[in-house]
């Protein structure tokens, strides 16, 4: 859809002027349906139920085909979203539906996370929409819209209250799709519960503030259908692929033995109120919702997240370009700071690292030094050692030479001595 | 030729409808709602003084745009180009619609006409950008639409060719604005005159590579043949009235001569016919489709482009930032960032990581160093205590012997002493 289709006031500031005969322009809107019908339409649906509700034979009853998927069993381990897409024409419009299905909804013992899944695809949606929009050179034109437009939600037909996992679930829905809660397999309820189930279905979604789709009714030609419509729901629908014979003609029912359960007949279900709500009546309507206030709602808070606004602190309109020159300002200096923080941290390190190397270097030093002297005082010792032997061993020589000087001494002394007596002798 | 953006379709599965479901009343839908919506258009008008082009609105949509109370630009002298809006709102058949009429009064009025297309250029982009913005804003609510959806060029009948002014502005606004051509008051000109006058117009156009809005092709071949009947006749000859006059007993707006009257809806007479048609009857809204699908766009991406990729770029880059909105752009910066200091990171913690080792690794010798010094120091020590422990027990062992060698022959002496004592006191000595 283009941008310009949002709510729009036609003629303001302008003044009206009569025209003098007949110019031509009331073809506008056939021009546009002819451009739409060229380019072909686009519908998604989301069914969310408890396993075997009956979701995907509602689907093929409505459109009346036979879509893909087969029976899931109950054993899934989490909710998962299977999405389809099928091309169908009717006369000369051409429809590209994609259903979605959660399956394993209700099956797991804790629930508290069912609800997680469906919210994050629908999200998912709408951001590639985003996405898409804020490209700078974008297609939106030929782009696939892949949003959400209706949330058909099975509530089982227990004919006492809604679940307390209904209640949680359309809660987080109901501000991000337009959600058509719908009474499944409603041929298990009698007509007096049903009242009173629809009743105290109704009074339950309000007191708990759950916003599902109202039908539009500020458009003369169906505001008075739609109304009707609004107060009979939820739906209370009955789903077949098979035909049974009554009367002259194959209509889609349900054979039980006490009867059979004709899924058009109107005092049987609501099934045609609601393929007329759905389809033919308000399928433009739930797109342009989903485009004008679900999407929206959606970018704005992503927007928002993101730090955008719209003014400047002083009140004064932001244009686009200063928007975006202050975001990527903002954005270039958190890169640099992180940058410096880096490199400070960096710079740290390596001063601890010097400080810690340049300490063991020291104590190397010191060790070094103490050795050094130890080694030296050895050597002293040894040096005296020597010292003294070398004293001891000069005073022995001495010794030694000075007794043998006595000696011979001695000798001669004795040899003079000798001689001397002999010399007395001979006088 | 204008690029028109293609619808694409996916290979998707096929179903068949076994009855009647009802989406097929879907047009329906949209059909209402768009009524209900009211309907806008902008349409500028571009030519010289006295081509007739505030007739030709009056003319177009049957009205007095201009008249005694709003009195038309053309009645006001201008000193230069100015751009004018007037905005009616007409209703017809249940349908509304906001038109807004855009003139430039004064252009290539002046004797100097250089960049008198500079203020059209400035009004066209100015609603484009102001559409930007409301786009953009985080809080979007009414987004009216004043974008210029058609220009008519009004070429002045002069039979021979465009002028270097016709040449000029066409070429400067085919890009941002459809263009229309059209021949002004083409009562001045013979039916022969006319074809001539238009096959020399295209040719140049040709020449001069300007594109003029195209009509689409369409599936239908009666609305093809259509096509490219006006096709032909392009540009369309128009002739415009206010007056009403009677001719064979009908009233016809048309201008009296006194050789006749020329009948302005009159499809012998001018093209005028063909052009209220096309631009009012038939293609309204594509010319809306093409200047948002196509115009628009282009000014957007050219804006954004400039805001973010900041000049200087490398193409190669341009090219792949043009496929992503800018706030992913800045995503994609922010993460080939984190990436490149990652990188330096590791590179730094590796030459740290490596100077550490380093350095240990020098301690780590010169401690080893320092140990096998002081070992050897000490061995070597010890081999020389070890010498002179051995050298101080030859010492000792020397010194005994003598010590007992002396003794030995001390005792000698002694006895020696004592004999000669002994034999002195026995007379043997005299």
Redesign the interface.
Known sequence: M????????????????????????????????????N???C?NILCVGETGLGKSTLMDT???????GEPTQHNQPGVQLKS??????????R??LTVVNTVGFGDQINKEDSYKSIVEFIDTQFEAYL?E??????????Y?DTRIHACLYFIAPTGHSLKSLDLVTMKKLDSKVNIIPIIAKSDAISKSELTKFKIKITSELVSNGVQIYQFPTD?E??AEINSTMNGHLPFAVVGSTEEVKIGNKMVKARQYPWGTVQVENESHCDFVKL??ML???????LR?QTHTRHY?LY??CK??E?G???TDPDCK?F???E???A??NE?MGD?QK??EE?RQM?VQ??KE?EAE?KE??KE?HE??DR?KKL?QD??KK?ED??KS?DD??NG?KQK?TA?ELL?SQ?QQAGGSTTLK?DK??KN | MIERPESAVASIAQRNLEGYVGFANLPNQVYRKSVKRGFEFTLMVVGESGLGKSTLINSLFLTDLYSKDYPGPSLRIKKTVQVEQSKVLVKEGGVQLTLTIVDTPGFGDAVDNSNCWQPVINYIDSKCEDFLNAESRVNRRLMPDNRVHCCLYFIAPSGHGLKPLDVEFMKRLHDKVNVIPLIAKADTLTPEECQLFKKQIMKEIQEHKIQIYEFPDTEDDEDSKLIRKIKEQMPLAVVGSNVVIEVNGKKVRGRQYPWGVAEVENGEHCDFTVLRNMLIRTHMQDLKDVTNNVHYENYRSRKLAAVTCNGGVDTSKTKNQMTRSPLAQMEEERREHVMKMKKMETEMEQVFEMKVKEKKQKLKDSEAELERRHEQMKKNLEAQYKELEEKKRHHEEEKSNWEAQQRILEQQKLEASKTMEKNKKKGKIF
Not at chain 1, 62 to 68: G, H, S
């Open positions: 283009a941008a310009t289709e949002i709510a729009r006031q036609a003629g303001e500031g302008a003044r009206a002027v009569p025209l003098a005969g007949h110019v031509g322009f009331d073809s506008m809107p056939d021009q546009l349906v002819n451009k739409s019908v380019h072909g339409f519908f409505l459109f009346n085909t036979k879509f893909e389809n897409t099928y091309e169908l024409q009717e006369s000369n419009v429809l590209k996405q929009e804020l490209k700078i050179k974008r297609t939106l034109h030929s696939h458009d030609t169906v393929r007329e389809i033919r009546v308000n399928m433009e309507d342009e929206e970018r704005r927007l928002e993101m955008f606004k719209d309109p244009s686009l370009q928007t975006y020159e975001k990527r954005f890169l992180k940058e880096m960096f390190r390596v690292k190397l063991a270097e190397l060790k070094f050795l080694h050895e050597k040894l050692k020597k032997l001891e061993l022995f030694k007794a000696q001695a007596r007395e002798r």
